[in-house]
C-alpha cells in the first residue's frame, strides 16, 4: 500500500511539474494516471460485507433474564417474597442458562435459609450443585452464619465427605 501511494504522490508531483510543458504530455500523464489509479482500485480487496446481527433472543428468554435481573435487585433491596417469585418465575420459563439457574437457585437458597426455611433452603443448595457439582459460594458468601454452613452439609453430603463441627 505504501508503494502504490508513493508512486501515486509522485505521478501527482510529475503533472505539477510538467503543467507548464505541453497539453499533449499534461494528457498523456493524467492518462496514465487514470491507469494506475483504475489498477490501485483492482488491486485492493474488497470489503466483506458487513456481518448481520444475531437474531434477538426469543421473548421468553428476555422475559426469564429480566426475572431473574429484577430478582436479584429485590433481593439486594431486601424484598425477600418479591425476589423469590422473580427467581421463581425465571427458572419456570426454563429459557435460563446453566450459569443463571446456578444463581437463581443460589438466591432462593439463601432466601430460604434467611426465612428461617432450611429444609428448602438446602432443597435449593442440592439444585445448585446438581447443576454445577463444582460450585463454590464466594468468601463472602460462605461466611454467612445462616447459609454458610447449610451449603457446607449440603456440599458435603453431596461429595460423600464428613463434615467436622467446630
Known amino acids: 500500500m505504501q508503494k502504490s501511494n508513493l508512486t501515486l504522490l509522485s505521478l501527482l508531483l510529475l503533472v505539477l511539474l510538467t503543467s507548464a510543458c505541453s497539453n ?10 487514470d491507469e ?16 448481520p446481527l444475531p437474531p434477538p433472543p426469543p421473548p421468553a428468554v428476555r ?4 426475572d431473574l435481573n429484577s430478582g436479584i435487585r429485590s433481593y439486594e433491596d431486601g424484598n425477600y417474597n418479591a425476589a423469590a417469585g422473580y427467581f421463581q418465575n425465571a427458572l419456570g420459563d426454563g429459557q435460563l442458562t446453566l450459569g443463571e439457574q446456578v444463581t437463581a437457585h443460589k438466591y432462593l437458597a439463601f432466601i ?23 460450585f463454590e459460594l464466594s468468601a463472602g458468601e460462605a461466611g454467612h452464619p445462616m447459609w454458610g454452613p447449610v451449603f457446607r452439609e449440603v456440599q458435603a453430603a453431596a461429595t ?7
Open 24 to 33: 499533449t504530455s499534461f494528457k498523456k500523464l493524467n492518462t496514465k494516471l
Open 112 to 134: 430460604y435459609c434467611v426465612s428461617g426455611e432450611k429444609l428448602a433452603c438446602r432443597g435449593e443448595f442440592k439444585k445448585v450443585l446438581t447443576l454445577n457439582p463444582k
Open 63 to 66: 422475559k426469564a433474564v429480566q
Open 160 to 166: 460423600g465427605r464428613k463434615i467436622r463441627k467446630n
Open 36 to 51: 494506475v489509479l483504475t489498477q490501485k482500485k483492482a488491486e485492493e480487496p474488497a470489503e466483506p460485507p458487513p456481518s
